[in-house]
């Protein structure tokens, strides 16, 4: 089951943003209301949708991590995207992912996953224990979120798994910022919460030059840095 959140077909043909949202062990879709609360108005206010997981499949590779989502969990998100872009205003340019905790790590590996029309990933603490091979030639973009190392701990250390997935992603020629807010587990502010998603609304799908080679926006958070 997803819980949605949906604008209006716009009849000047103007697209919103679809964002992908995966919770974190134990929680529910709700989630997606308490990190995205200033980011959810913006996205159906102009066409667009979230979509949030309240289960999953249990199939495929245990992606999350704790088995509160698994890779077979992409394939009904291509449908739920797909019903999206042909029943709403979708723009395909910008396609994202976001996820606290076990969603962090299922966004990081969604960046992997589905290559091949993720625009953006912004987990919050989250990242990649282990990275996984790209569905094709896309690099989508990705801003990674997380506490102090040592404070952003729940099994794994976070800063770490974030770490791992901005070396991988920058080897490959994606555009990486990281955000080390020092606080702990999915402790991003809400004006880190906002860099993130103006860092994906900045970088759609296939962007080639990047739109912070002259540095970060002044409204970013000072810790978050261009790897």
């Known amino acids: 089951m997803i819980q949605v959140w949906s604008g209006q077909k716009s009849a000047s043909g103007e697209g919103g943003p679809f964002m992908f949202y995966w919770h974190g062990t134990g929680s ?3 989630e997606a209301q308490a990190f995205l ?7 159906t206010g102009k066409g667009g949708m979230v979509a949030s997981w309240a289960s999953t499949l249990g199939t495929g590779t245990n992606t999350s ?7 077979d969990d992409f394939n009904t998100g291509d449908q739920v995207l797909a019903c999206a872009v042909d029943q709403l205003s979708i723009d395909t340019h910008r396609i994202f992912s976001a996820g606290c905790s076990a969603g962090g790590l299922q966004t990081g590996s969604m960046l992997y996953f589905r290559s091949s029309y993720l625009a953006c990933a912004m987990p919050n603490s989250g990242g990649a224990v282990i990275p996984y091979m790209l569905q094709d030639s896309h690099v989508p973009s990705l801003i990674t979120t997380h506490g102090a190392m040592g404070s952003d701990v729940v099994i794994i250390d976070f800063s770490t798994s974030s770490a791992t997935e901005d070396k991988d992603v920058k080897s490959k ?3 990486v910022v990281d955000c080390n807010h020092g606080g702990g587990h999915c402790g991003a502010p809400a004006n880190d919460v906002a860099a993130q998603f103006q860092f994906c609304m900045d970088h759609p799908f296939g962007v080639m030059m990047d739109p912070y080679a002259s540095g970060l926006p002044s409204s970013f958070p000072t810790y978050c840095v261009k790897q």
């Open 28 to 30: 529910t879709s709700s």
């Open 37 to 43: 609360a200033s980011e959810i108005p913006m996205i």
């Open 65 to 71: 991590g704790t088995g509160t989502n698994y890779s």
């Open 173 to 175: 020629g994606g555009f």
